[in-house]
């Protein structure tokens, strides 16, 4: 298998979010359906900083919420995003998470991998 | 990217020196570079026969596959140039200035197409002008004399835009300028990516030098190509119109 099936779907995104989470279990603290926004969300704040991504039409991929938890297709879906920057929206993802006001987490670690998102968009050392 | 492209050896080459650049972007910019270059040096000449036709003075241009007109470098009939129409009429005396349409050079043996009294009209005289870029416009006399001689039209190609959008990776470029214009299309690519505004690879010092270096090639390149690309050949001999 070759290095560039990492994160290659719309599954393995949400598995190594739920993984930075530590949400690997049934009842999850954080839902498909969160976690496929934050993963379109990220899709958009990619586009707005990094245009190159998307060429050569700057689509913009969108994934339905609603279908993550009955459409096992969906999983399957792949993200078109460069392998080189695929880590960048797990960050975002799980960044986007723990913006909430939940225990065991801080506005700190949030925004340090918001940041991160950002900082590995646009800077080689990041 | 397969083993054998041609492009194998610019996309590995801008891919370590812009470390984080997709493989897109670089295309793109090579594209881009590549577009400019021949556009610039005229460095990419294609040549086409032209056969007259009774009453017909526009002429499509057959254009190789995924390529576009640039420029028209100029156009010869059985040996003799034929002059551009912006260069002809202002009436005898500056066809005579111009050293191109004298009426007993235009045939070897003598004898002028051009009769005195059409010299004076620019409408008369045969020359030739490119007013789009898919036709050639020959003005002039389209009898029977005029079709014995076709048309050499020599001019200048850059890459056709459909080839960007097409995903079978061919640009329809010849062989023999991935070598030979190696060095110039990898400096004006690195010159593009590295000054790309808030990318991981941006570097406005280097963007700086390779671009410099760039313009310097394409300067080179052009009066390069001017001179058919044999070394050290000048441009006019000494003495100049003298015996040579």
Redesign the interface.
């Known amino acids: 298998m070759a290095a560039t099936a990492a994160l290659e779907t719309v599954g393995q995104y949400l598995t190594e979010s739920r993984r930075l989470l530590q949400d690997e279990f049934t009842p999850y603290r954080y839902g498909d359906d969160d976690l496929i926004d934050a993963l379109n969300i990220g899709l958009l704040e990619a586009r707005r900083?990094?245009a190159?991504?998307f060429?050569?039409v700057f689509t913009i991929p969108w994934f339905d919420p609603p279908a993550a938890d009955a459409d096992a297709t969906l999983r399957d879906t792949k993200v078109p995003f460069?392998p080189?920057y695929r880590q960048s929206l797990i960050y975002y993802m799980v960044g986007r998470m723990q913006l909430r006001d939940d225990e065991g987490t801080t506005d700190a670690r949030a925004g340090a991998l918001l940041t991160k998102f950002t900082s590995?968009?646009?800077?080689?050392a990041? | 990217m397969t083993a054998c492209a041609p492009t194998d050896r610019l996309m590995q080459t801008l891919t370590v020196e812009a470390?984080?650049a997709?493989d897109?972007?670089i295309q793109?910019q090579l594209f881009n570079i590549m577009d400019e270059f021949f556009r610039r040096t005229n460095a990419w000449r294609y040549e086409q026969e032209i056969e007259i036709k009774e009453n017909t003075h526009e002429y499509v241009l057959s254009l190789p596959a995924d390529t576009t007109f640039v420029r028209m470098l100029g156009a010869a009939r059985n040996g003799i140039p034929v002059p551009p129409a912006s260069a002809v009429g202002g009436g005898t005396a500056s066809i005579a200035a111009l050293g191109t349409l004298i009426p007993d050079l235009t045939f070897p043996d003598g004898d002028s197409e051009f009769a005195p009294s059409d010299t004076d009209l620019a409408a008369g005289i045969f020359t030739y002008a490119v007013y789009q870029p898919q036709y050639i416009t020959i003005t002039g006399p389209t009898d029977e004399e005029a079709r014995k001689f076709p048309v050499t039209a020599v001019m200048a190609l850059s890459l056709g835009k459909s080839c960007?959008?097409c995903d079978c990776g061919e640009w329809g470029l010849e062989e023999w300028m991935y070598d030979m214009f190696f060095q110039d299309w990898v400096d004006g690519t690195l010159g593009r990516l590295l000054g790309?505004a808030?990318?991981?690879?941006t570097n406005t010092t280097m963007a700086a030098y390779h671009a410099r270096r760039f313009r310097n090639a394409m300067a080179f390149r052009k009066q390069e190509a001017n001179r058919g690309f044999a070394y050290a050949a000048p441009a006019w001999r000494y003495p100049r119109g003298g015996w040579v």
């Open positions: 900083l990094r190159d991504l060429l050569p460069d080189m590995q968009l646009l800077t080689i990041s | 470390p984080g997709p897109a972007v793109l960007l959008e790309m808030s990318k991981p690879w």
